[in-house]
């Protein structure tokens, strides 16, 4: 993950967007449930290594969107292009392997396994899934990986421990964990902060800064402070279409947005 | 596993191998027989953990790859002259493959009881062919054979006896056991327990669940086949009975009692239910004897095990090997 090169070069001002090449790209984006249009012609793209919040009242589509991304919904219309290669409909693993990986508002991990083989398992998906004569601590590789990628999330110390054992805010983090693990270009964090206490949520935030060095997050959430505080740029969403975009003083000052949070 | 666990583990599977290497020289005749059959079950039921304890799947369709097993080593030893152990094993092992492979790719597309009912439905289905299609499977009264000799036909071969018998089945059910055991240390065994715990994670982090589900179900019924070429090399019958889902029913017990997730569990269970069997159809009829109470000869001696069954779900549900576990954990 952090290469001497990424390393070396001095933290990276907030993207403008124009220099950076398009990691993701959504165009006319649309599902329906039965009558219900979830997201409706959704048009966005995000550059490299941007950190991009998606905002919205409850119901907006925004874990639908995500859903949309990592392949768990198949969008009704509309292409998805990751790299410049349309990924729509492609199942969650192929995407997965592409390089989109989520975190899940609803903690999501295998709860009776350590906090390692979490991580563990999400690094063994990149290379030697299949070896069935090994065991699988002799893998060097993987479990250095696995072993760095708890360090980058704090949670080394607990490597041993049931994961259903850990608290609240560390298996959130494991949730962040994992999904790095994977080695993603793209991560797509939904309310990492969820349930959090104030201390934990300054925390993550530093976590999220802090991986964000060569890595294009997405990020949904619903506390303003750490959206504004963290996105370089903000999308709002409003009944499944894109109601505003533009930076953190931006959206503070759109008209549009304002009357949308106010009334909700 | 630390060291200090290693030691203990691997001394306890000597001292087991050991005992079991030595009981046939000590057992009568019918208690030998009993113990080849033990593990013989228990291989079966060793086989369907993989999918019951690793995977999260419940087959009921592991008799139809323990009988295809049979048919597979039965068609073998009528064929080809001399009879050859080896190929009886090769040709049990292939029928048993074809059948996983088929009942693989359309049952693990389904979930939970949906992948139970269909593996049950296509094992009934191998069970009506072979029942109904005499002139190949001899239908309802089976195939008969000669037991193949132990050796390489032409080179050198003996006889089996009752005891090399026995230490024959042994050692493919140990080096089996080891396999299996290696299987689910595997990175490949961490991802089906990945799966049980978390399907949908395991295939959001980019594995093709499907894929490893069947590979799991046709590794599972080529463990199941060669229990089945067991069978009909110590019996030396194959018999349509041995395909019907009963079976699998059984294994699921033997399974439950035992302790799933634990491959050794599978085989302690297998002999305790047997054992327990074998022991009430005999305690009644000898309470009939010894105490003049002829009415009690017929009892019918299952209703006994069914309550014991009942009892160890309620108050051991983790099984035999798992409780012996947890207490030693303690």
Not at chain 1, 71 to 91: D, Q, Y
Request: contains cysteine; glycine residues 8%.
């Amino acid at each position: 993950m952090n290469t001497p090169a990424a390393l070396a070069a001095p933290s990276p001002a907030p993207v403008r967007g124009d220099a950076k090449p398009t990691v993701l790209r959504t165009e006319g984006l649309s599902i329906r449930f039965g009558g219900l249009t979830a997201l409706n012609d959704v048009n966005f793209e995000v550059k490299r290594d941007e950190i991009r919040a998606i905002i919205g009242p409850n119901g907006a589509g925004k874990s639908t969107l995500f859903n949309c991304l990592t392949g768990v919904l198949r969008p009704t219309s509309g292409r998805i292009l990751f790299n410049g290669e349309n990924i729509s409909g492609l199942p969650p693993n192929r995407i997965s392997q592409k390089g989109i990986a989520r975190s899940y508002q609803i903690t999501n991990i295998l709860p009776n396994a350590t906090t390692l083989e979490n991580v563990r398992i999400a690094a063994q998906s990149r290379r030697h899934g299949w070896n069935m004569m090994r065991h699988h601590r002799n893998f060097g590789d993987i479990m250095g990986k696995a072993e760095a990628v708890l360090a980058s999330v704090g949670l080394l110390s607990k490597a041993s421990e049931l994961a259903a054992n850990l608290s609240h805010g560390e298996q959130r983090n494991l949730e962040i964990g994992i999904a790095l693990a994977t080695e993603p270009q793209l991560l797509c964090l939904d309310e990492p902060t969820a349930g959090m206490s104030a201390a934990e949520t300054h925390d993550t935030m530093q976590l999220v800064r802090r991986i964000s060095k060569d890595l294009t997050i997405l990020i949904v959430e619903h506390d303003m402070k750490v959206v504004m505080e963290l996105a370089h740029r903000i999308t709002v969403l409003h009944y499944g279409a894109i109601l505003a975009e533009g930076t953190p003083a931006d959206i503070q000052q759109n008209p549009k947005v304002l009357e949308v949070y106010l009334k909700t | 596993m630390t060291k200090r666990h290693a030691k203990i583990y691997w001394t306890g599977f000597t001292v087991i191998i050991a005992l079991l290497v030595i009981a046939p020289l000590v057992l009568p005749e019918f208690w030998r027989r009993f113990l080849t059959e033990i593990l013989i079950w228990g291989l079966l039921a060793m086989s369907s953990d993989l999918l019951i304890g690793y995977t999260g799947m419940v087959s009921f369709g592991h008799s139809a790859f323990f009988g295809l097993g049979m048919y597979g080593a039965a068609a073998a030893i009528l064929m080809v002259k001399p009879p050859n152990l080896w190929l009886a094993i090769l040709y049990g092992l292939a029928a048993s493959a074809a059948v996983a492979m088929f009942v693989a790719y359309f049952s693990t597309r389904l979930r939970d009881i949906y992948f139970a009912i269909t593996t049950l439905i296509f094992s009934q289905i191998f069970y009506v062919i072979i029942f109904t299609w005499t002139e190949v499977t001899g239908g309802e009264n089976g195939l008969s054979f000669a037991r193949p000799a132990l050796g390489i036909p032409g080179v050198y071969t003996v006889p089996f006896t009752s005891t090399t018998l026995h230490w024959f089945v042994l050692a493919i059910v140990a080096i089996s056991y080891l396999v299996l055991r290696r299987v689910t240390q595997s990175p490949f065994g961490m991802v089906l327990q990945s799966i049980r715990e978390n399907e949908a994670r395991t295939r959001a982090i980019g594995y093709p669940v499907e894929r490893y589900k069947m590979v799991a179900v046709m590794l599972s019924g080529l463990f199941a086949g060669l229990a089945g070429v067991l069978y009909a090399i110590q019996n030396r019958f194959a018999a349509p009975d041995f395909v019907y889902f009963l079976i699998s029913g059984e294994v699921v017990i033997f399974n439950v009692m035992g302790g799933i997730g634990t491959l050794l569990g599978p085989i302690v269970g297998a002999g305790f239910f047997l054992g327990l069997r074998e022991g009430f159809s005999r305690l009644f009829p000898w309470i009939a004897t010894t105490f003049d109470m002829p009415y009690l000869a017929e009892f019918p001696y299952l209703i006994p095990v069914g309550i014991i069954f009942i009892l160890m779900v309620i108050f051991l549900p983790q099984g035999l090997l798992g409780f012996m576990k947890q207490r030693l954990n303690q």
